[in-house]
């Protein structure tokens, strides 16, 4: 089995939270393929769904069975946290971080400055990460944290020395 992201605009199939809800709770109760993890900006415009599958086909078929249009779909791996810790659940999410990786990054070179860097978090004690998605093709990278605002994420990322292409309330 392995780990993809998969990620939507188009929320359109929901009008409010409950809504959302509601197909992630049907989303869930799939066979073909196991819903990990899902996060949504706070305004219902941009969804992340973690789905653990055997094949990218059958992450991508488990939303767009139910509706979902699915905009990427990339393979990853997981970060921070074990998949265990991950799939019981775990603490809230609020911001979510993009990084397109530049090219010529191994996975390798990615998890030595990732380890290498990750304790100056501890130079912003009010943003806690959580975890990251990296691409498995090296494309980008998905972060997760705890924050009480995005100008403290954004100073965690620039402790880390880490650079952000997008962040989202979620």
């Given amino acids: 089995m392995s780990l993809f992201l998969l990620e939507t605009t188009d929320l359109s199939f929901a009008n409010n939270k409950t809504e ?16 990990v993890e899902v996060q ?5 415009t941009h969804g992340y769904f973690i789905v653990e ?8 078929a488990l ?14 791996r997981l970060v921070g946290k074990s998949l265990d810790e ?6 809230n999410i609020d911001y979510l971080v993009t990084w397109n990786i530049p090219e010529g990054i191994t996975m390798d070179q990615y998890l ?27 494309s980008k990278c998905v972060c997760l944290y705890n924050a ?8 965690a990322r620039e402790a880390v020395d880490t650079p952000i292409d997008e ?3 979620i």
Avoid at 115 to 138: G, I, L
Wanted: net charge negative.
């Fill in 20 to 35: 959302f809800e509601d197909k992630v709770e049907t989303l869930s109760k799939s066979d073909k393929a196991e819903l």
């Fill in 40 to 44: 949504v900006t706070e305004n219902l």
């Fill in 53 to 60: 599958a055997d094949a990218e086909k059958d992450a991508q």
């Fill in 63 to 76: 939303l767009e069975d139910n509706g979902i249009k699915v905009s990427l779909v990339k393979e990853v």
């Fill in 86 to 91: 991950v799939k019981q659940g775990d603490v």
């Fill in 112 to 138: 030595d400055r990732k380890k290498k860097n990750s304790v100056h978090y501890e130079e912003v004690p009010e943003v806690q990460f959580q975890r990251t998605y990296v691409c498995e093709d090296m």
């Fill in 148 to 155: 009480p605002d995005e100008d403290a994420v954004r100073r």
């Fill in 167 to 169: 962040i989202e309330k």
